[in-house]
């Protein structure tokens, strides 16, 4: 059976070090000491070791049952979910005033990391009643903030978001759910919703489901598109729970993955359903959180790659096959351990490198989204804005290719369920999808955000990276392994964005037939600044006197590991984006 | 559920306009006119469109069972192999003298690709039973091949191999599986192996296991392990059977894919075993059908991305989502079927042009094998022992990925198990790790096959891309769109083998640390040498007025696509190989 560890060091890493988050003004970010923050850390790490990774396998092996209208969750899954909600950590990040901790969404996402990795099935529940919350908070009537959130906080009660229908996933004009107003002010929805995580389970008394809806005689297309609360009990205005709202499930989805969380087809049968925000605004509603659902999809995609390198490090260590060809490391053994293979090692370093480096960007992203939130900063809105569809395309892309490779290195035994790295794969693959399909984040940031506000925002990203090489460019320790390949990585982002402006306007389909490479040039570049930074980081730990040198020399090992043999892969990204459209456009559908 | 159709007309081009094979002189391809081909992979089509297929997704779902000792097979397996063994399939590429029909190997890959497309799981009882076929064939004493062939041809005995053991996987030597010598000259074989596909299952009347042991006093490690036949089921001298031979099966595994076929832990007690070749020189008898068994394994990968590729087309055009942004598609529907889409016909390209280079280079490498055993030709030999690893990791490893690619198309409906995507993805997943992990290959090409008889056989690869551009450089519609890039692409993998010359004698990690880079710069560059060709041959058919332009027409952009798209790559992985092994070595395992 798998097993997991919370990287503790390696968050506190970025958060310090990196981040430096205590010294920041951001409100709330003074309480981020050092030791605060490990405790933090080593606390949801206890949990997740002991409590949420341990039903990780037997919950894939087993999945949700259903039966008789009601799903049941994987054995021991309740009371895992107890823990979870009386260690508070389901409102780690929330609003006091309804129950929350009010910690920072970095520190939120550092945990999150945690929990997901040891159990993304598991943690989805509360994931998904966080979003429901967000959106709840961010436009809901203080009558409805009362009403809903305190049990939400605390996942007495959990959500769930009701987007897709069967004939539509991404073009949601397309849906036809519907809203009926009536005269109190409600409305009666009925509709048939797909491929809802967590639509129904055993964990909670009440499930608050958000559901996109068309109220009738409202606009066509998208823009007649409302959002809805609508509970599966009626909430008495006392609080306690009355009648059965009409919402029923369906059926359940046989899947490839995350077994242990029920994808439930939601029927909604003259439900009650209250407007959230503005009649035929639903869209935006939804979109207000977004980003930082995406950013939590790119969290889950890093902490499966995680999850299967912890695995693989420790199977590589332990399995012994054939020799060092420079010489024998285990002699009283009859073989020595596969560590000792370079491609072994090329695979291992291929992971380390990325999660250390996607970590690093993830929580940075996450910082940006407090400093939006918490101080109003317009251009850390524009540049996190910018920046999400990379971190949920880019992190879930190769998060899952690392899956891939970590289950590469177990050979036979890792294709068998049994060590669990099938599982690694199978459920880091949804991340490439849910939350919109990676060729959806790429087209929004190609045909979206990179224009945005006149393209000030990639400009911006753009002086970042110039200034840190400018800053650090006498400093030899990071010139030749950090700063030429950020800058060579920078540039060649810089040809494709250009490219794109020279070629797009006379078609766009020059700019959209690169969005896939050029959300993955940006993902190597941003990975290449983390990298960077994280050098200069350490150096700068190394020189004032850090007891733990061994850890820093790793990271800058770490780091030129990464700059050496996954930045190249800007300059093949910025070819094909350079080939154009003209061959990928060319053929008729029909010579497919 | 999915669908699958024979690509005939695609492996038609590549068998006659790109090899020619009826005007070749190899023994037997005179009787491979375009008319005979045609017929027989139609004739395997309808076989695996109609057969096969349907069995599928539902072998998928339902599985191997393993009860009272026995393995049963999923529904309709037994009555599908009945009508592979009445077609007279099985015995396609066999020896007349055993009831084999000795069409060369070309076609039998060919015909191979179309039913492991239709359906691996299936397809594999057929292909061990070959491997093991052609391990007796080319080792077995004349009584050996008398009694055992003409069964194992027709199918109504299968075989399988038996390598594996729980410690060891590619480290055979350390093989514990014992083999006591008799007075009759038989041995009693006792120990236990492990991963043995279709080790045990309801299909054929007795199995014919082949089985990797030591004999008692033997030298140590790997040249002290000898091969031999071990029937589950005695066969007795008039051609009946006898006893059970104390070969019994100790459970099946539980994996990520090929579930329909049993992958099963065998247990030997004092099992009778008849020595295959020579004593101690079991290595040797199994190598001399690796390059077969890992072209067959190539070509698995090739298979499933065909299959997925295939499906995703089909969606692609059906699923109506979004508008093309460079006007409306389809004016009289909701939206536009997805296949407008930029980034959803890069994927598919992708694809495409993978997939139909991938088919080229499989099977020009499979007419190299016909040289070697039809024609005798050394040179062809080791060319193809050089381009194996290739064909074996490169082919499986972007063959998984296009699986990949293929269930993102479906977005949601690619997850769930419904549309039959996950399957190709985990079925695919396989190929990468048996007969070899594709880390192995990598190994093998670049620590043994690359240095192999000083260097000759690379020589003739580059000799021949080289030969080719010369030969067509005053063509002008080949220059700038296939040989400038094949030319780059064949100066990058010089460049990189030029660098494991100048550096691994130094230190060897400098090249094993560039193995898996090296494997797929390769893989690029013979599947650009194969685009040239196919370019030159679909001009030279547009020349000749072949009336189906547009097909030709296809093949031309799908090739600049290959060039434009996929060759970029090359110096990616370069630039990887050329950062030599110092970050990929420098930690001590204890960083990990």
């Known amino acids: 059976m798998p097993s997991y560890t919370a990287p503790v060091k390696d968050i506190q890493f970025i958060l310090h070090d990196l981040l430096g988050v205590s010294t920041s003004d951001i409100q709330g970010y003074d309480e981020l000491e050092a030791d605060f923050t490990a405790a ?35 054995k021991g899954f309740k009371q895992a979910f107890e823990v979870m909600k009386e ?92 809203a009926d107003p009536q005269s109190d002010g409600s409305y009666k929805i009925t509709g048939e919703k797909i491929f809802i995580s967590a639509g129904d389970h055993d964990l909670s008394d009440n499930t608050i489901h958000l559901v996109l809806a068309k109220i009738a005689g409202g606009p066509e297309g998208i823009k007649g598109v409302s959002l809805f609360i609508v509970p599966k009990y009626i909430v008495n205005d006392d609080g306690t729970l009355g009648a059965a709202n009409g919402v029923s499930v369906g059926s359940i989805e046989e899947k490839m993955g995350i077994h242990a969380n029920a994808t439930c087809v939601m029927v909604y049968n003259d439900s009650v359903g209250y407007l959230l925000g503005e009649e035929h605004k639903g869209m935006r509603a939804m979109f207000t959180m977004m980003n930082e659902a995406r950013i939590g999809v790119g969290m889950q995609g890093l902490a499966q790659a995680e999850a299967a390198y912890q695995n693989a490090v420790i199977y590589a260590k332990d399995r012994l096959q054939g020799r060092d060809v420079t010489g024998v490391k285990n002699p009283d053994g009859p ?37 939006v939130h918490r101080a109003g900063d317009k251009d850390a809105d524009g540049l996190v804005s910018l920046m999400t569809p990379v971190v949920k395309g880019f992190l879930t892309d190769k998060g899952f290719d690392m899956t891939v490779q970590a289950q590469q290195v177990f ?16 459920d880091a693959r949804i991340t490439q999808i849910y939350e919109g399909a990676n060729g959806v984040q790429a087209l929004d940031l190609v045909g979206r955000k990179l224009a945005l506000d006149g393209g000030k925002h990639v ?45 797009g306007m006379a078609n766009p389909n020059h700019a959209l037939a690169g969005s896939n490479d050029f959300m993955h040039l940006f993902g190597h570049t941003c990975l290449g600044l983390m990298w960077a930074r994280m050098a200069k980081a350490a150096n700068a730990a190394l020189a ?47 010579a497919f």
Chains 1, 2 share one sequence.
């Not at 050979?411 to 199978?426: D, L």
């Not at 970042?464 to 540039?491: H, R, W, Y």
């Open 335 to 371: 073989a020595d351990p596969i560590i000792v293979h370079p491609d072994v090692r090329r695979n291992l370093m291929d992971q380390k490198s990325f999660v250390e480096g996607g970590r690093a960007f993830l929580l940075w992203s996450a910082s940006l989204i407090d400093q």
């Open 40 to 74: 933090v850390l080593e606390e949801a790490g206890k949990v997740a070791s002991g409590v949420i990774a341990p039903i990780n396998a037997s919950g894939d092996q087993e999945g949700c049952t259903f039966e008789n209208g009601l799903v049941t969750t994987p």
């Open 87 to 178: 260690g508070g950590w389901t409102g780690l990040d929330c609003d006091p005033e309804y129950g929350g901790q009010n910690m920072p969404y970095v520190l939120g996402t550092a945990v999150g990391e945690i929990f997901s990795g040891a159990n993304q099935a598991f943690t989805m529940y509360q994931g998904l009643t966080h979003g429901a919350y967000s959106a709840i908070h961010a436009h809901g009537t203080d009558a409805q903030k009362a009403k809903f959130l305190p049990k939400m906080v605390s996942c007495e009660w959990t959500g769930t978001m009701n987007l897709t229908e069967s004939h539509c996933g991404t073009d949601l004009g397309l849906m036809r759910t519907k």
């Open 544 to 590: 004032t006197g850090a007891s733990d040198t061994a850890f820093y020399e790793t990271k800058l090992t770490t780091g030129r590991y990464y700059m050496a043999r996954h930045l190249p892969a800007t300059g093949m990204h910025l070819a094909r984006i350079q080939s154009g459209s003209d061959t990928v456009m060319a053929l008729d559908a029909e």
């Open 459 to 503: 400009m911006a990203f753009f002086e970042i990276v110039k200034t840190f090489i400018k800053e650090n460019e006498a400093d030899g320790a990071l010139k030749a392994d950090f700063l030429e390949p950020l800058k060579q990585a920078s540039k060649d982002l810089q040809a494709a964005a250009m490219y794109f402006m020279q070629n």
């Open 411 to 426: 050979g036979g035994h890792g294709y068998i369920e049994e060590h669990g790295m099938s599982q690694f794969v199978r």
